[in-house]
C-alpha cells in the first residue's frame, strides 16, 4: 500500500497483515451494487493511500469517478495506477481545481477526497460541500482563521458530512494509551508531557517540499503537530483552551547553514551524492513519477536544497497548553534529530502512563554517503541495542511496580493505523457497533486540532499567550 512517504520510517508493523484483537471494527456485509461514487482531490504522494482502496479493498463499496489536481502529470500516474489495478484503461475525467463543482455534477460524485495541499483544503472543502458533496478531508483541516470560518460556515450551511483522516489515532499504541485513560487506572490526568522527534531522513523533508513556506503549511505546528495535537484531546477527552509557544527555525535554512559555514550547497538534490540531506527522486519510482518526470507542467521541485533559502517555518517549537479541565500540556517538536520517534507521559491522580515509541533509532548511509531510503535502514540493520525500534507502554499506579500494557499488531503503514482508518472512512455506514474508542473524527476534532497550532503561530510572532476562543474559528 502506497501510505507511507518513502522517507518515513517504515517499521515493521507497516507489513504486518494480521491485526491483534480488538484493534479492527466489525462491519456488515456490503450490499452488493451500492457503490459511493468518490473522487480524488489532489493527486500527489497521499492520494495513493486512497486510490488503492477504492480499487483494492473497498472496490465493494466504492468507485472512483474522477481525478483532480493542478499538474496533469500527476493525474495520468494515477491513470496508470488504475488502469494497472483494473486491467484495461480507466480513463478517469481529469479537472483542473476551478472545474471542482462542474466534477461533482458531472460525474454524479459522492465523496470528494481532499488531499490536496493544506493551505487548499478550505476551499476546496466548502466548494465541494456547497456543491452537494460529502467529503473525507486529510490532516490539517487547514492552516489558519478563515480557513476555519470558512469550513464551519459551510458544515453549517450544508449540514454535509467532514470526515478527519486522524489516522494516528488508529495506530494500536495510541488506541492502547487511551484504553488505559479511559478506564481510570491512573486517575483523573492532571499534566501530559509530549515529545516528538524527527529525524534528518523524514524531518527534513518538510523544509524541502511545499512545506517549507509557512503560507502553505502553517508550519510544523500546524502541519505536523496537529496529528499530535488531535491526540492529546482525544486521549483526554477534552478541549484545548490557552497555548504559548516558542520556538524557531535553528538548524534548517540558509541562514543557519551560513552561521554553521556549510559552504555552498546544490540547489536540489537530484543528482547529488555523498550528501545526507538531499533526496534523489531517482532513487524512488514513485517520486520520479510523481515528481520528476511532473515538473514539466508546474516546475515544482520536491527535493530542495534543505539549508536553501525561502524556508519560513520552524524546526524547533515548544508549547504550552491549558486543557478546558485544567490539565495542562507540554509538547515539544524537533525535526533534526539522530533518531525518530515519540515520548508520552501522563501524569494522573493514580498514577503514571509512559508510552514510548522507536520508529528508527538511527539513520544509515549508503557507501556514498547518501541517506538510505529503504526498509534496510533500520536499526536492526544498524545492530542498535540501546535504542531498538519498538514501542512500550508502561503503566505504574503509585505504591506499585510499573506494568506493560500489551500493545496489539495493527495493519499498514503509520504505527499500523492506516488500514484500519481506511476501513472507517469506506465502511463506516456498515458498522455493526459505534466504536468503544471513540476513533472516527469529524471536522470539529480537525478544528480543534489545528487551533493548537493556529494559537501557537500567533503566541510564536506576540510572545504572549493566546485563549483560544479569542480567535473566534467559527466552533470550539
Ligand atoms: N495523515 C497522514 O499521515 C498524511 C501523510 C501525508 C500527507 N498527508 C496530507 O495529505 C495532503 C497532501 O500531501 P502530499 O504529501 O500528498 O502532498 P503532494 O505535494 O504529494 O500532493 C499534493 C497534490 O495536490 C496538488 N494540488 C496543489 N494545489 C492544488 C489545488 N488547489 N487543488 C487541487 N490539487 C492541488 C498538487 O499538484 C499535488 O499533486 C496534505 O494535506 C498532507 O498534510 C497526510
Known amino acids: 500500500m502506497n501510505d507511507q512517504n518513502p522517507t518515513a520510517p517504515r517499521p515493521a508493523s507497516s507489513s504486518s497483515t494480521a491485526a491483534g484483537p480488538g484493534v479492527v471494527p466489525e462491519f456488515a456485509p456490503a450490499p452488493p451494487g451500492e457503490l459511493r461514487r468518490y473522487a480524488v482531490v489532489g493527486t500527489g504522494h497521499r492520494a495513493g493511500m486512497y486510490v488503492d482502496a477504492i480499487v483494492g479493498e473497498h472496490a465493494d463499496v466504492a468507485t472512483l469517478v474522477a481525478l483532480l489536481d493542478t499538474n496533469p502529470g500527476r493525474m495520468d500516474h494515477y491513470e496508470g495506477v488504475v488502469s494497472q489495478a483494473l486491467g484495461r484503461p480507466a480513463d478517469l475525467p481529469q479537472y483542473a481545481p476551478d472545474g471542482l463543482e462542474k466534477m461533482i455534477a458531472e460525474q454524479a460524485v459522492d465523496v470528494v477526497v481532499v488531499t490536496a495541499p493544506d493551505h487548499a483544503h478550505a476551499e476546496l472543502v466548502a466548494r465541494a460541500l456547497a456543491a452537494g458533496a460529502d467529503v473525507v478531508v486529510e490532516k490539517p483541516l487547514t492552516v489558519d482563521r478563515p480557513g476555519c470560518r470558512r469550513i464551519t460556515g459551510a458544515v ?3 449540514g454535509r458530512d467532514v470526515v478527519m483522516t486522524f489516522n494516528y489515532r488508529y495506530a494500536p499504541r495510541n488506541s492502547s494509551l487511551r484504553q488505559v485513560i479511559a478506564s481510570g487506572e491512573i486517575g483523573e490526568v492532571t499534566s501530559v508531557h509530549f515529545e516528538w522527534a524527527l529525524d534528518t531522513v523524514h524531518g527534513a523533508d518538510y523544509f524541502r517540499r511545499w512545506h517549507r ?7 510544523l505546528v500546524v502541519h505536523k503537530s496537529s496529528h499530535h495535537f488531535d491526540l492529546v484531546n482525544w486521549w483526554l477527552g477534552d478541549v484545548p483552551a490557552r497555548v504559548y509557544a516558542r520556538g524557531g527555525l535553528k538548524f534548517y535554512g540558509d541562514r543557519n547553514a551560513a552561521e554553521r559555514g556549510l559552504g555552498s550547497r546544490p540547489a536540489r538534490g537530484t543528482g547529488v551524492v555523498g550528501d545526507p540531506f538531499t533526496l534523489d527522486l531517482n532513487a524512488d519510482p514513485r517520486l520520479k513519477s510523481l515528481y520528476l518526470d511532473a515538473e514539466e507542467h508546474d516546475g515544482y521541485l520536491r527535493d530542495q536544497d534543505v539549508f536553501g533559502p525561502g524556508i519560513t517555518i520552524e524546526d524547533n517549537l515548544a508549547l504550552l497548553v491549558d486543557y478546558r479541565r485544567g490539565a495542562t500540556l507540554t509538547y515539544s517538536l524537533n525535526a533534526h ?6 515520548r508520552v507521559t501522563v501524569n494522573g491522580t493514580a498514577g503514571r ?5 522507536v520508529e528508527r533509532g538511527a539513520i544509515a548511509l549508503d557507501e556514498d554517503g547518501n541517506a538510505l531510503l529503504d526498509p534496510s535502514a533500520t536499526p536492526t540493520s544498524l545492530g542498535d541495542a540501546l535504542r531498538p525500534e519498538g514501542e512500550r507502554l508502561l503503566v505504574q499506579k503509585h505504591w ?6 500489551p500493545i496489539p499488531d495493527g495493519i499498514g503503514g503509520h504505527g499500523g493505523g492506516d488500514a484500519i482508518l481506511l476501513k472507517d472512512v469506506f465502511r463506516r455506514h456498515l458498522r455493526v ?3 468503544a474508542l471513540g476513533r472516527p473524527a469529524g ?6 486540532a489545528v487551533s493548537v497550532g493556529i494559537a501557537a503561530n500567533q503566541s510564536l510572532v506576540t510572545g504572549l499567550p493566546v485563549t483560544i476562543a479569542d480567535l473566534d474559528l467559527g466552533a470550539s
Open 443 to 448: 471536522y470539529l476534532d480537525g478544528l480543534r
Open 353 to 357: 502512563a509512559e508510552l514510548e515509541v
Open 433 to 435: 457497533s459505534e466504536d
Open 156 to 158: 453549517a450551511e450544508t
Open 337 to 342: 534529530s539522530p533518531w525518530e520517534g515519540y
Open 213 to 219: 513556506d509557512k503560507k502553505n503549511s502553517g508550519g
Open 400 to 405: 506499585q511496580r510499573a506494568t506493560e500494557h
